[in-house]
């Protein structure tokens, strides 16, 4: 079959350019522009990169018009009834899901590099003892590559793997610890015995002067909230990760700057905002007053936990995430509880009003995501942070695809300039 192309023609100097199409396995094809600079001498102008592919990649696939999500070709629904996060872990870093002795060599490696150096953990009493834990997050991890300097040779692929290794195991314990900072208890070490999800709701909540038991249920919830966060292909926080390691920077370094990028609300800060604006929400016959202002252009309100750039329907996650609610709450004895009872009004009324169905806006991850925290006694500051452990495996995956990128090259976008065109510095004595 021959090429497929696009023909790009300058109507203002009649010079043309023909340029390859790019073709995936499934989704949408991409002009692949790299001549058009060279031929043309014209760049292509996308803010917020709504018509932008950057990359190749071969781990996440999302379809935003059938709200599906797929973790290397498996749906999203089907991960969450069966698999485990360590299992997915697994199938985001390798590409498959991993045979008997591979899950236990992979299991016992997460599991027996869960503590981190001491000198580290010097590092929280720097921070103010009311700081936000994400911002200990971006620090912390950061100051990862000042300890574990001997695998940071990012140009050999063993060096690539043990970091990622790092990251997945640690990240737990440096998300319990900036908890246990900030309320000034002693931080918990890690027990290798448990679970993943175990072992970080008992490193966050247990104390040294009590004994201490995993809620199942709770480590169930947390277990299904972090195979739904994993991967989610260009967003701005993996983007984020992507760029910053195009340069060569480590990955610590690059996953703390990927932190930096989902801390904002319009990120994953969303699922504490959505929490916030639940709880303002007093009473269900206030909820009009809030779509009205959600509406209104004047007003920066926005339904937090609503709309997504891909998904132009219910995002599947939030679908897993809200049926879990009913079956977390009926567990644990709380099925009418407030803030569940005014997130399903304020879907429902939302859901029938034209502003929300004509811009196609529906429940995100974060709409319903909180809920489940709350439920199992995660401090609503503590959302994003859980967030940023669960995309942990996605953001170092997408940095070791890209590291074994023949195409890869230094992120570097280009822009319009706008600004003053050249003009002669005049002495300051010499202007009015
Ligand atoms: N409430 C009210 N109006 C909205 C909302 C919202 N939550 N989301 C989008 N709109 C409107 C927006 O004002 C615009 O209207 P118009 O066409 O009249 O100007 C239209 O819908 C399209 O929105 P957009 O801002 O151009 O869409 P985007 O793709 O640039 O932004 C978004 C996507 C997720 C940032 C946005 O929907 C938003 O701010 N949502 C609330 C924050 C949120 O829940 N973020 C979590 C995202 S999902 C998980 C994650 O990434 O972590």
Redesign the pocket.
């Known amino acids: 079959m021959s090429q497929e192309t696009v023909t790009i023609i300058d109507n203002t100097t009649g010079k043309r350019v023909e340029l390859p199409i790019v073709r995936g396995t499934q989704g949408p094809a991409g002009i692949d522009v790299r001549t058009l600079n060279r031929e043309l001498g014209l760049l292509t102008f996308d803010p ?1 990169f709504l018509s932008t592919a950057h990359c190749r990649s071969a781990l996440t696939f999302i379809d935003g018009e059938q709200g599906v999500l797929l973790y290397r070709g498996y749906p999203i629904e089907q991960l969450a009834a069966q698999s485990s996060y360590l299992e997915v872990c697994y199938l985001l870093l390798y590409g498959d899901l991993p045979t008997k002795p591979q899950m236990r060599e992979f299991q016992s490696i997460i599991l027996h590099h869960t503590m981190v150096h001491e000198g580290l953990r010097r590092f929280y009493s720097g921070f103010r003892h009311d700081a936000h834990p994400m911002a200990i997050m971006v620090g912390v991890v950061g100051a990862l590559s000042a300890f574990y300097h001997d695998s940071t040779d990012i140009h050999d692929p063993r060096h690539r793997e043990i970091s990622a290794h790092r990251l997945i195991a640690k990240m737990p314990t440096i998300a319990a610890d900036s908890y246990k900072y900030s309320i000034g208890q002693p931080f918990i070490y890690p027990d290798n015995a448990l679970g993943y999800a175990e072992n970080f709701l008992r490193t966050m909540f247990a104390v040294p002067a009590e004994p201490y038991k995993v809620k199942p249920a709770a480590a169930r919830a947390l277990e299904l909230f972090l195979i739904l966060h994993a991967d989610h292909e260009q ?1 701005a926080s993996t983007a984020t990760v992507r760029l910053a390691g195009s340069s060569g920077a480590n990955p610590f370094a690059c996953i703390s700057a990927g932190i930096g990028a989902l801390w904002g ?4 800060g ?1 699922n504490e905002a959505v929490i916030r604006m639940l709880e303002t929400i007093r009473d269900p016959a206030e909820i009009p007053q809030y779509i009205t202002r ?1 509406k209104d252009k004047d007003d920066a309100f ?8 891909i998904y132009k329907q219910y995002d599947p996650r939030a679908k897993i995430l809200r049926q879990a609610c009913h079956d977390l709450l009926k567990e644990i004895g709380a099925e009418h509880q407030p803030l569940f009872e005014t997130a399903l009004e304020l879907e429902r009324i939302a859901l029938q009003d034209d502003y929300f169905l004509e ?1 196609r ?1 529906y429940p ?3 709409f319903y995501s909180g809920i489940i925290l709350k439920a199992i006694g995660i401090p609503i500051p503590m959302f994003t942070v859980l967030f940023a452990m669960a995309r942990t495996v996605g953001w170092v995956a997408q940095w070791m695809e890209m590291m074994e990128d023949a195409e890869q090259r230094i992120g570097r976008p280009r822009q319009i300039y706008v600004g003053p065109a050249r003009r002669d510095y005049m002495p300051l004595e010499e202007r009015e």
């Open positions: 917020g967003n609300p319009a990120h994953g969303a959600a926005r339904l937090m936990g609503f709309g997504h750039r811009r806006l995100n991850v974060d």
